[in-house]
């Protein structure tokens, strides 16, 4: 079983910045778990989770979603299974819960039906 812990939530106010930490550890069809692909994604009440960005290993390209483009950054070690992201100019539409989800094979980076392990996630609230 693949275990994923995201950290670094919290309170910040409008403009504002906050720094999340995804790490994945386990094991998957009997070997150490080896990312190919790890993204994030976010969920507010009442709303379907959405894609926030990703990050694939071997070409070392990123994907954001358009709402994020510019303020927030995905970076990472692929050795540790390890994603962070960066998240500058908050707005309160970034309120939401924040989830990690890494996937050990190629395809789709924005599409969480493509993820099998996700975090526990991490509270993001962003006052005006």
């Known amino acids: 079983q693949v275990q994923v812990v995201e950290s670094g939530g919290g309170l910040v106010q409008a403009g504002g910045s906050l720094r999340l930490s995804c790490a994945a550890s386990?094991?998957?069809?009997?070997?150490?778990?080896?990312?190919?692909?790890m993204a994030w994604f976010r969920q507010a009440p009442g709303k379907e989770r959405e894609f926030v960005a990703g990050?694939?290993?071997?070409?070392?390209?990123?994907l954001y979603a358009e709402s994020v483009k510019g303020r927030f950054t995905i970076s990472g070690e692929k050795a540790k299974n390890t994603v962070y992201l960066q998240m500058n100019s908050l707005k309160p539409d970034d309120t939401a819960v924040y989830y990690c989800a890494p996937r050990n094979s190629g395809g789709s980076i924005d599409d969480h039906l493509t993820y099998d392990y996700w975090g526990q996630g991490t509270q993001v609230t962003v006052s005006s």
């Open positions: 990050i694939r290993w071997i070409t070392g390209s990123t």
């Open positions: 386990g094991r998957h069809s009997g070997r150490a778990f080896s990312s190919a692909v």
